[in-house]
């Protein structure tokens, strides 16, 4: 299927000419066939010669209804302008055509309707001429008559030739489908419409629905008026929505991919039109279907910020329309360039990221966007629209190359830097690095570290811990008597060899603690065993003590040690021995 939506003056046969081509009745209201006036949104579709199915969005022309056409040729990706013979071009034929070009619809086709009450001939030069200059550029054009049906043949043709020249669609992309219509039929619950243009819809399939808390499921699906167990791009279709209140959801709200889609109610754009600084503060922005009231905030010659009064579900790249409500006038066309943009309350802030802005394609890159944000979740990115093929560099988070190339320097750095201050410290703690180096997941921290640098208990040390020469100069001096007794309470003290630089020498190997303030050289269990082997066996602790030339302050725990480790074996009565070579 194929979807063209029309555009037009009011009362130039736009409706007269879709039910000549479809033989469907395109106004929907009594009021509207009562008045001979579109009001709303109308559809109706046919087939052409080649088999393509075309389906029209029939737009109201009459400038108080301009808000209604939008919301129809927001998600069009072709359009059929529509003039009359007899009248030629006129002001609304002049906005319809803004708002296409604000919007950058690359395809359409002329048609000059009413070509039995007045030659073609100047409304099809005067059309040309204007749709030339706008990013329709240069397009096909039929003349005919809706009430005799001349040229509706070449008309058929044309639209053929039209809807095989459009992209193909994006099957495989994120839902977005802005509603269009909601009702509710009896039996079934409540019907949203809307045009697709990209991925596809499944029954059953759960989605997101903005301003809803809670996610929605498809209970049915209707395309061309028929069921469907699946619609693809591009298409018109009809939503039956399981378990909700018509209520909830009204035109310019949409369906969504779940977790594809940023929702933000701030935005930086680049402006197609007249000049950010000419923009009036408050403006209309429209996309899809929606239309949310926006506050301007000029940043450069042709960018600006706008705050919107409600989030709207956007993408990097979107395409929108500005209108100034009070003048009643498209004032031009934006490109979103950034859905998360950066907060700008310092001095000088605003004239940077405008410089940034102007350096910005207005195309999603990863490239681009890591080297902007330097550090982002995968997630995020997909909901900003950016292609996610990047590696990440811990868990679901994407960094810059440079900028974690840095984060790796300055994390050796931070590690020097506390090993000097702190020598007695067995490093730096992690999450002290985290703090130190500004990053939101202590994965990062772990995926930075990388030979020599290493984490023990918590910690970030630079290898083997460092010893000051004072520390070291202090335990020899403690151990400067017999071997198996360990330097008294007060001597430690005398020393400067309190728990933290005890602490540290035994992480450095310098000294072998087997009980609070008993200190001892580390080769001293080797050096006891010896000793002890030349004993008859089994010995006591007496005789042990003895042996060794110590305390029972030294010998209790330094046995306790020897039975742990399996050098000394400990029998019922207390007496131990040393056990034969294995």
Do not use: C
């Not at 009702?183 to 759960?206: H, K, M, S």
């Not at 929505?241 to 310019?252: E, F, I, P, S, Y």
């Not at 090993?419 to 985290?434: C, D, N, T, V």
């Not at 200190?519 to 089994?538: C, F, G, I, K, M």
């Amino acid at each position: 299927m194929h979807v063209v939506a029309t555009a037009g003056h009011v009362d130039h046969g736009k409706s007269t000419l879709v039910r000549a081509l479809t033989g469907m009745e395109p106004d929907r209201w009594a009021e509207e066939r009562r008045r001979g006036m579109t009001i709303d949104l109308g559809f109706a579709w046919t087939s052409l010669e080649s088999g393509a199915t075309v389906a029209f969005v029939d737009v109201p022309g009459h400038e108080r209804f301009v808000p209604n056409m939008l919301a129809g040729i927001g998600p069009v990706p072709a359009a059929m302008i529509v003039v009359a013979a007899d009248e030629g071009w006129m002001p609304q034929s002049a906005e319809h055509l803004a708002a296409l070009h604000a919007l950058d619809v690359r395809h359409g086709l002329l048609v000059v309707t009413r070509s039995d009450l007045a030659g073609p001939g100047p409304a099809l030069a005067a059309a040309t001429a204007e749709i030339a200059a706008t990013s329709l550029g240069s397009v096909e054009s039929v003349a005919v008559s809706g009430t005799t049906g001349a040229g509706l043949d070449h008309l058929r043709a044309a639209l053929d030739r039209l809807v095989h020249g459009l992209p193909p669609p994006e099957t495989d992309a994120a839902v977005r489908l802005w509603i269009d219509r909601s009702f509710t039929i009896r039996g079934a619950g409540t019907v949203v419409t809307g045009t697709l243009g990209a991925g596809f819809l499944r029954t059953g399939d759960e989605l997101e629905l903005t301003g809803s808390p809670s996610p929605v499921r498809i209970r049915g699906l209707h395309s061309l008026g028929e069921p469907a167990a699946q619609v693809d791009a591009v298409a018109r279709v009809a939503v039956n929505l399981r378990g909700l209140d018509r209520d909830a959801v009204t035109r310019g709200a949409a369906l969504l991919t779940p977790g594809r889609f940023h929702s933000t109610g701030l935005i930086d754009v680049r402006v197609h039109g007249d000049p950010a600084a000419g923009l009036p503060r408050t403006i209309t922005l429209h996309i899809g279907s929606a239309a949310v009231p926006a506050r301007v905030r000029p940043l450069g010659p042709d960018t600006a910020r706008l705050r919107l009064s409600r989030p709207l579900p956007l993408h990097i790249g979107d395409r929108a329309l500005l209108r100034d409500p009070g003048l009643h006038r498209v004032t031009g066309g934006v490109t979103v360039l950034d859905v998360s943009p950066p907060a700008l309350t310092r001095r000088g802030s605003a004239a940077a990221r405008a410089a940034d802005l102007a350096a910005m394609t207005g195309l999603p890159s990863l490239p681009a966007e890591l080297h902007r944000r330097h550090l982002i979740r995968r997630d995020e990115l997909q909901r900003m629209g950016v292609p996610d093929e990047g590696t990440p560099v811990a868990g679901p988070w994407l960094a810059d190359p440079s900028y974690w190339s840095s984060l790796r320097q300055r994390l050796a750095d931070e590690v020097s830097r506390h090993a000097a201050a702190h020598p007695l410290e067995p490093g730096i703690p992690l999450e002290a690095l985290r703090h130190l180096l500004g990053l939101p997941d202590r994965a990062l921290v772990e995926a930075l570290i990388h030979p020599p640098l290493a984490i023990r208990s918590g910690r970030v040390t630079a290898g083997t811990p460092g010893v000051p020469p004072e520390l070291e100069s202090a335990v020899l001096e403690a151990f400067d008597g017999p071997p198996f007794q360990a330097p008294e309470t007060h001597r430690l003290t005398e020393l400067n060899l309190g728990p933290r630089q005890i602490a540290a020498a035994v992480r450095a190997g310098l000294a072998l603690q087997i009980a609070p303030n008993v200190l001892l050289p580390v080769d001293t269990p080797s050096r006891a065993v010896d000793v002890l082997a030349r004993l008859p066996q089994p010995f006591t602790l007496s005789e042990a003590r003895q042996a060794l030339d110590t305390t029972r302050r030294v010998a209790v725990p330094l046995l306790e040690l020897l039975d742990r480790t399996g050098a000394t074996h400990r029998l019922p009565d207390n007496r131990r021995l040393i056990p034969p070579p294995s």
